[in-house]
């Protein structure tokens, strides 16, 4: 099959035509200066590729952009200047604070607060936070995501990070009883619990369920503020035999069943990944009308 043989092409969420492939094949080969950040953002303005808020949606684009080149439907040019991202974070020289162990009950704490990652100051912070001391170590979160650091007067307490929802989940989706043209439309007001850290030297009772709440109340402001959506839904992924669970569930987020270990982008059913629960919040108790689906 040639690479104009394919009728429409879906990524990100946005179905591509035949069409719209010329327009894209045609700003990539006249591009001037060859740049790939300003060909995605051509090829948003061209093809009305925005957000809720207006915007460009740049940074989707990108990532569509550098998987149809990876296929071959496309031809970018070379990168010119790399943004650190999958880089080893021992190259982008992280400063990882040593703090004292601390322990004590939530209650105690001063002033316990979430602090959004804006800064490359607080970027690299979060990065080296999680390359050190999460199990799952560092890696970019997927899509439109919201960062923040643990901290009270005591110091700093942990990190959370919140990420694009997974692309599909059975019990999810069945629970909330939508098909695939609904999920594809509405999933960016479900929001992924990607990273969540607690510092080894920090033993603070009830701390991660507070921190679970709190990040409910900031997410409900963030996200809209930040992409023109209002999330309606949480979720997040458990590894079986590792963790519990215990403070979603002391947070009273709902148990919906097992994911089949195939990853959370995993549509070829290709991957094969640790067996994790499924957990759910409901931000609002209408979010099923908010997902469009009919009661």
Known sequence: ??????LTIKECGREFSAREMEVIR???ETASPPLRAQIAREVCEKLEWRNAKGELKAMSCRVALLRMHRRGEITLPAPRNGNGNGKPLSRQKVIVPE???LECSVNELTNL??????SRKESALWNGLMDRHHYLGYSPLPGAQLRYLIR???GLLGAIGWGAAAWKVAPRDQWIGWGRALREAQLNKILNNARFLILPWIRCRNLASKVLALSERRVLVDYEARYGVKPVLLETFVEKGRFRGTCYRAANWLHLGQTQGRGKCDRYNRAQLPIKDLYLKPLTQGFRTQLGVIA
């Open 113 to 118: 607060e979430l602090v959004c990652v804006a």
């Open 152 to 154: 009270s007067e005591e």
């Open 1 to 6: 099959m040639t690479k104009n043989a394919v």
């Open 26 to 28: 045609h700003i990539v």
């Open 99 to 101: 703090q004292q162990a």
